[in-house]
């Protein structure tokens, strides 16, 4: 009998409840219902923008691939130029994958030059507008490449590190930590050197070749 009397007093509690406080209800209701639409929007205008954008830089792509061969031929110096403009301006105000395909458009440009203060500089904007994606790690590892081209070692130990560190699987993650190594030696910092290649062994034992390099380098060092 208890459990009857309190169910039809409990259903009044919530029912004058409502009563008195509707219009607070109603608002926050109506709030939620305005913040769920706003959402739904946002998403659909999101879905569509990155459509485009990959479209936009896919055709940047298109065009580096027609001319990344003639990128030292004298006649097509505009249409590089040209290139290399559009892809930095096409990233300049965006973020996520297609900013930084649009970087590294530029970035190889760079590299073919040989230009490797502004290789650096782009395929460091190209990790930093794509970090979130697989192109971070990728990014990283070419501005290591490019900061050793200028001599540039401790600066390329950073960008390896950060590669190796990467949320997102790096094929290429035991070079880059052999690397890291190769760079300590050449810095005469021989202990750092040990550390990095012992963490190749760590790190990758199923991979042979490295693990090689790497126990041959730790034999070198040690009998010094």
């Not at 050793?148 to 880059?176: M, T």
Request: aromatic content about 14%; charged content about 25%.
């Amino acid at each position: 009998m208890q459990n009857k009397t309190e169910n039809p007093r409990l259903a009044d509690r919530i029912t004058d409840f409502v009563q008195r406080n509707r219009k607070g209800i109603f608002i926050v209701t109506g709030i939620i219902i305005f913040l769920f639409a706003g959402f739904v929007v946002y998403l659909s205008v999101s879905d569509y923008l990155n459509k485009k954008y990959i479209a936009a830089v896919e055709e940047l792509s298109q065009r580096y691939e027609d001319i990344r061969y003639k990128i030292g031929d004298d006649p097509f110096a505009y249409d590089i130029e040209s290139l290399i403009s559009d892809s930095k301006n096409f990233a300049a105000d965006k973020k996520g994958f297609p900013a930084g395909k649009a970087w590294s458009i530029a970035a190889n440009i760079y590299s073919e030059r040989k230009d490797w203060r502004q290789c650096e500089e782009a395929w460091q904007n190209a990790a930093a507008a794509a970090n979130k994606t697989y192109l971070g790690p990728i990014a990283f590892f070419n501005a290591a490449a490019a900061a050793q081209e200028q001599g540039k070692y401790e600066q390329a130990i950073e960008y390896l590190v950060k590669c190796v560190e990467h949320k997102f699987e790096f094929p290429s993650a035991p070079r880059a930590q052999f690397s890291i190594g190769s760079l300590y030696e050449r810095l005469d910092n021989y202990p750092a050197a040990l550390e990095a290649y012992r963490e190749v062994l760590i790190k990758w034992p199923e991979l042979p070749v490295w693990q090689q390099l790497a126990r041959s380098r730790i034999a070198a060092i040690e009998i010094r």
